[in-house]
């Protein structure tokens, strides 16, 4: 129990487009969904935190009209990269809780690899 | 189905002694594996990793074995220090990295 998948697992656009990334959680409702984005050495960023039915909390840092969350149900959130340039290439993870879990319990997704040319 | 499991969501242990945290994973293709640390509010911190052809690597405190044959993993922290509470998570990887649900480990002073 507990999976959560995303969606693509890789991506590959060219410099301007847009690119939307789909988090699911398979088997459960999810309360909260994370989105962290993978650096060198890697650490992972949180991105934003978002609820469902809410607007999204950004981190300081992450622009909110370049990375847009929509958490549309107990069971999606999408992340849509904006115009997206070769400095977004990067890996992105969600990852999603679970009311009645433990304290800090979080279940990620497998990650979606973008490359922007 | 998940493919790498930390099947204690907490962890409770006095300050100077050892913590022992355990991750069992089911894909022998996994190559690489890694330990992160996390404070609320922050994402996952990297903490230590071992490659599939050892089984061990050392970093200070930290310790962290792999048994292949067993699929296990575990990461050692001696000795324990207050603020090594956090929410540790393992994670291993292939072409894709797979995460574990995290343990609370808390250090009582």
């Known amino acids: 129990g507990a999976v959560v998948s995303q969606h693509p697992s890789w991506v590959i656009c060219k410099s301007g487009t847009s690119v939307k990334i789909e988090c699911r959680s398979l088997d459960f409702q999810a309360t909260t969904m994370f989105w962290y984005r993978q650096f060198p050495k890697q650490s992972l960023m949180l991105m934003a935190t978002?609820?469902?039915?809410?607007?999204?909390?950004?981190e300081q840092g992450v622009e909110k009209d370049k990375f847009l969350i929509n958490h549309a149900s107990l069971t999606l959130s999408t992340l849509t990269v904006t115009s997206a340039h070769p400095e977004d290439s990067s890996f992105y993870i969600c990852?999603?809780?679970?009311?009645?879990?433990?304290?800090?319990?979080?279940?990620f997704g497998p990650g979606t690899r973008l490359l922007v040319l | 189905d998940q493919q790498v499991k930390q099947n204690s969501p907490s962890l409770s242990v006095q300050e100077g002694r050892i913590s022992i945290l355990n991750c069992d994973y089911t894909n022998s293709m996994f190559d690489y594996f890694l330990w992160y640390k996390k404070y609320p509010a922050e994402g996952p911190t990297f903490l230590i990793s071992i490659s599939s052809i050892k089984d061990k690597n050392e970093d200070g405190r930290f310790t962290v074995f792999l048994n292949k044959s067993a699929k296990h993993l575990s990461l050692h922290i001696v000795p324990s220090q207050p603020g090594d509470s956090a929410v540790y998570f393992c994670a291993a990887s292939n072409n894709d990295m797979r995460f574990g649900a995290g343990t609370r480990l808390t250090v009582k002073p």
């Open positions: 990852s999603a809780t679970s009311r009645g879990d433990g304290e800090g319990t979080q279940y």
């Open positions: 978002s609820n469902e039915g809410s607007k999204a909390t950004y």
